[in-house]
């Protein structure tokens, strides 16, 4: 049964900081890599973090690194986002995602399990 539902979504101002989770069931976090996408309104999903089995980090996405850091509770099925000195424009909904090549880290069509979103609104 694939299963993977974030939390930890809000509202916070800027310059505040969120920890989402992605709790996932035991097969779906055996995926390759999981990742975390983030999609705000009228624009494409994008990559912004990922993370392999054996709990190597790919590079962030630009926008976000050196704020966002990705980690791996493997007892607990559990992938996390935190997310710190967030910024207005992080406003997105925030997705978590298995997926089938740690190379392809950035490519959504390689990811075929998705959670349903957490939102995450950041106010200036």
């Known amino acids: 049964q694939v299963q993977l539902v974030e939390s930890g979504g809000g509202l916070v101002q800027a310059g505040g900081s969120l920890r989402l989770s992605c709790a996932a069931s035991r097969r779906t976090f055996n995926s390759a890599v999981m990742g975390w996408f983030r999609q705000a309104p009228g624009k494409e999903r994008e990559y912004v973090a990922a993370i392999s089995q054996s709990g190597n980090i790919t590079p962030y996405a630009d926008s976000v690194k050196g704020r966002f850091t990705i980690s791996r509770d493997n007892a607990k099925n559990t992938v996390y986002l935190q997310m710190n000195s967030l910024k207005p424009e992080d406003t997105a909904v925030y997705y978590c995602?298995?997926?089938?090549?740690?190379?392809?880290?950035?490519?959504?069509?390689?990811?075929?399990?998705w959670g349903q979103g957490t939102q995450v609104t950041v106010s200036s």
């Open positions: 995602a298995g997926g089938l090549s740690f190379i392809s880290y950035t490519d959504k069509g390689r990811y075929p399990y």
